[in-house]
Nanobody, 117 residues
C-alpha cells in the first residue's frame, strides 16, 4: 500500500508560477512511474507529466516548455514546477504512483490549481 500526500496548489494570476509536491509513503517499490494528472470541471482526467524511476519524463503537449517534473528516488517525492500558467491550466491536480511490474496504481487526494486572467 502506498499513500500519497500532495501540497502546493493555490490561486495565481496568468503568467505566474506554482510548484506542486507529492510525497509517497508506505511501501513504494521500484520500478515505478510517478506523475501528475489533472481534471477540470466537466472534463476527463488527463495526464500532465510523468517521470520514471530512471528519470525519463513525458509531458502533455499543452504543458511542454512550461511545466517541469522532477523526482527524488531517495525521498520518494515528485514535484511539478508550473511556469507561465494559463487559465486553461485550472483544474484539480492529482499525484499518481504506478508500480511498473504489478500495475498497482495509487492516487493522491488532489490539490486545486486556479489561474485567473
Amino acid at each position: 500500500q502506498v499513500q500519497l500526500v500532495e501540497s502546493g496548489g493555490g490561486l495565481v494570476q496568468a503568467g505566474g508560477s506554482l510548484r506542486l509536491s507529492c510525497a509517497a509513503s508506505g511501501r513504494p517499490f521500484s520500478p515505478n512511474v510517478m506523475g501528475w494528472y489533472r481534471q477540470a470541471p466537466g472534463k476527463q482526467r488527463e495526464l500532465v507529466a510523468g517521470v520514471t524511476t530512471g528519470g525519463s519524463t513525458s509531458y502533455a503537449d499543452s504543458v511542454k516548455d512550461r511545466f517541469t517534473i522532477s523526482r527524488d528516488n531517495v525521498k520518494n517525492t515528485v514535484n511539478l514546477q508550473m511556469d507561465s500558467l494559463k487559465p486553461e491550466d485550472t483544474a484539480v491536480y492529482y499525484c499518481n504512483y504506478k508500480m511498473t511490474r504489478s500495475g498497482e496504481n495509487y492516487w493522491g487526494q488532489g490539490t486545486q490549481v486556479s489561474v485567473s486572467k
